[in-house]
């Protein structure tokens, strides 16, 4: 067990919907990340926050937004879904990367939740 | 810039014969890199990681890997495989570029393991 949890752990919806998935990170870690793992596109990072604020943008589509509360939990809102939308998404959590000595720490991955867009 | 590269996208083996799967990287300076595993519909556990200390890094599960800089190289290795051990194995490379903190994972490589 990572120590990171994510809900729901599967979802099913249809094309034109919106959805929220929900992370949980190891406690005391302040970063939180966000994968899309697609059989065609392999592991895609989406974005990064830390401690409440965007710290890093990857492969997100504009239909798709985050964000981290003072818990420090954190939302992935995809809306308007595709087909292609399908898929299975990671949250991961670390300390700091921006820390010195932060990036030598992994990030530790939840158990994902399986999207399912019909 | 940093990037990392598997060689082999699928790997067989027999239960009980050596297991390699190969990574290489690329970094301008020393980097950080990490091995995951994910099992089917699972999430990724973190196998071993290389920050700089030993090069012969052991892992979870009887693996280890060996950091070669002179061959930019970070390969798994087992020295016996098991049927538990059929999974998707990630190599990661983590550090700054231009600034920004990245955590860049490879393709991925499907170990098989034959009874």
């Known amino acids: 067990d990572s120590g990171v949890t994510q809900t729901p752990k599967h979802l099913i919806t249809a094309t034109g919907q919106r959805v929220t998935l929900r992370c949980s990170p190891r406690?005391?870690?302040?970063?939180v990340y966000w994968y899309q793992q697609s059989l065609d596109q392999g592991l895609q990072f989406l974005i990064q926050y830390y401690n409440g604020e965007e710290r890093a943008k990857g492969n997100i589509l504009e239909r798709f937004s985050a964000q981290q509360f003072p818990d420090l939990h954190s939302e992935l809102n995809l809306s308007s879904l595709e087909l292609g939308d399908s898929a299975l998404y990671f949250c991961a959590s670390s300390v700091d990367p921006m820390r010195r000595a932060g990036q030598k720490h992994e990030q530790f991955f939840g158990p994902g939740t399986r999207l399912t867009v019909l | 810039a940093q990037s990392v590269t598997q060689l082999d996208s699928h790997v067989s083996v027999s239960e009980g014969t050596p297991v390699l799967l190969r990574c290489n990287y690329s970094s301008s300076y020393s980097p950080s890199l990490f091995w995951y595993v994910q099992h089917p519909n699972k999430g990724l556990q973190l196998l071993l990681k290389y920050t700089s200390a030993a090069t012969l890094v052991k892992g979870i599960n009887g693996f280890e890997a060996e950091f070669k800089k002179s061959e930019t190289s970070f390969h798994l290795t087992k020295p016996s495989a098991h049927m538990s051990d059929a999974a998707e194995y990630f190599c990661v490379v983590s550090g700054f570029t231009s600034g920004t903190y990245k955590y860049i994972f490879g393709t991925g490589t499907r170990l098989k393991v034959l009874a």
């Open positions: 406690s005391g870690d302040l970063s």
